[in-house]
């Protein structure tokens, strides 16, 4: 609803339109069938969310079962990688840049003969004011009810204490935060919504179809964080699958999650100062 105040389906960008989304490209020959595209699909979740998602499967499993209620767990991104400067710089920079490599990867398998990876999923500088003004719109919309089912989920005790800043503080740490959430707007919106939704809608999934089953994959790999946020995440999804369907755009979807995450990241010293009880992380278990 949010979303549809803000312009009608763009029919030009190749992943709204019915015949860019169901025709065999030539980057998937005709004999090929549906099989390759499976097989695909499986390797690239293999090599980046959906690997995420089994390791927070069974992080969920282990604070469940270590015995204090998961209000009293912790979990902790953004966190220093080294005692000293020059090393944790170089562990944090080269972990946020090889994790973009999956990104690079489906914008590579979706390159088409006179039409790039970047235009079929919108991921580009055609309307950078729309993109950055719908992007925005999308961050009051989703990012600040997100920090109320974050805190209703802290209430409820089924969602962990989560640090987003690491311990150490140097120059570079903010530029890293920022790097940080832009890897994460990169790689979740990129895999998620613009290539898994151009490779199953040419297997013939209809759009809630899609729309509904990678919301619970997006959530699913927030599950480390807590039941909490399994939920808001999948309606996170829901939102920007609905999003993406009328606009055939991936960026703006790119903007709003990086912009969230960076409010995420770098305020997060603020917001413990200024919610203590909701936002102080605890000791792991």
């Known amino acids: 609803m949010v979303c549809g105040a803000l312009g009608a389906t763009s029919q030009q960008n190749g992943p709204v339109s019915e015949q860019n989304t169901t025709e065999r490209g030539p980057d998937l020959p005709e004999g090929a069938g549906d099989n390759r595209r499976w097989w695909e699909i499986g390797i690239v979740l293999a090599l980046s969310l959906g690997a995420s998602a089994v390791y927070s499967i069974i992080s969920l499993i282990a604070k469940l079962t270590a015995g204090p209620p998961l209000s009293d767990q912790s979990a902790a991104i953004n966190t220093t990688q080294a005692t000293r400067e020059w090393l944790d710089f170089s562990y944090q920079f080269l972990g946020l840049f090889f994790q973009l490599a999956p990104v690079a990867l489906v914008i590579y398998l979706l390159w088409q003969p006179g039409r790039s990876g970047f235009a079929r999923m919108g991921l580009d500088l055609r309307s950078p004011g729309r993109d950055l003004g719908r992007g925005l719109l999308l961050v009051a919309a989703i990012g600040v009810p997100g920090i109320g089912v974050y805190a209703l989920g802290r209430a409820l005790g089924v969602t962990v204490a989560v640090s987003t800043f690491p311990d150490t503080m140097y120059w570079w740490t903010i ?29 013939g999934w209809g759009w809630w179809t899609i729309i509904l089953s990678t919301a619970v994959l997006r959530g699913s790999y927030h599950l480390y964080q807590g039941i909490g946020p399994f939920f808001g995440n999948v309606a996170m999804g829901i939102a920007f699958g609905w999003c993406y369907k009328r606009w055939g755009r991936v960026m703006p979807l790119v903007v709003a999650h990086t912009v969230i995450d960076i409010i995420s990241f770098a305020g997060f010293p603020l917001a413990v100062a200024w919610w203590p009880e909701i936002f102080a992380a605890t000791p792991s278990s």
């Open 175 to 203: 530029p890293m935060l920022v790097f940080s959430a832009l890897r994460a707007g990169l790689q979740e919106e990129v895999i998620i919504i613009g290539y898994l939704y151009t490779r199953l809608r040419e297997i």
